[in-house]
Nanobody, 122 residues
Framework: QVQLVESGGGLVQPGGSLRLVCAASGTIFSFNAMGWYRQAPGKQRELVAHITNGGSTNYADSVKGRFTISRDNAKSTVYLQMNSLKPEDTAVYYC????????????????WGQGTQVTVSS
C-alpha cells in the first residue's frame, strides 16, 4: 500500500514561490501518472497538473507558465514548483497517484495525501 505525504506549503506573498513535495512510501512507478490537486474553501477539488511515467505533463489553464510538475521515480517523489503565486492560488494542495488514459488523468480514490496548505497573501 503506497502512502503519500505532502510538504512544502506555507504563507507566501503574491509573486512569491513555493515548492511542494509529495513523498511516497512505496514505488510510484506502478502508477502511470501522478497528479497535484487543490481545493479552495467552498470550491470543488480541481486538478492542477499531472505527469506521466514518461515525463509528459499537463496543466490547468490557470497555472500554465507558472507551475511546473516533475517526478523522481528513484526517490518516489513528485514535486510542484509554484512561481508567481497569486491570492487565487490559496488552497489545500493534494498529491494523488493515478493513471493517464485516452487523454485524461484519472485519480485513484485510494491514493491521496493529507494535503498541505498554501496561502498567498500580503
Amino acid at each position: 500500500q503506497v502512502q503519500l505525504v505532502e510538504s512544502g506549503g506555507g504563507l507566501v506573498q503574491p509573486g512569491g514561490s513555493l515548492r511542494l513535495v509529495c513523498a511516497a512510501s512505496g514505488t510510484i512507478f506502478s502508477f502511470n501518472a501522478m497528479g497535484w490537486y487543490r481545493q479552495a474553501p467552498g470550491k470543488q477539488r480541481e486538478l492542477v497538473a499531472h505527469i506521466t511515467n514518461g515525463g509528459s505533463t499537463n496543466y490547468a489553464d490557470s497555472v500554465k507558465g507558472r507551475f511546473t510538475i516533475s517526478r523522481d521515480n528513484a526517490k518516489s517523489t513528485v514535486y510542484l514548483q509554484m512561481n508567481s503565486l497569486k491570492p487565487e492560488d490559496t488552497a489545500v494542495y493534494y498529491c494523488n497517484a493515478g493513471g493517464y488514459y485516452s487523454g485524461r488523468y484519472f485519480p485513484s480514490p485510494d491514493y491521496w495525501g493529507q494535503g498541505t496548505q498554501v496561502t498567498v497573501s500580503s
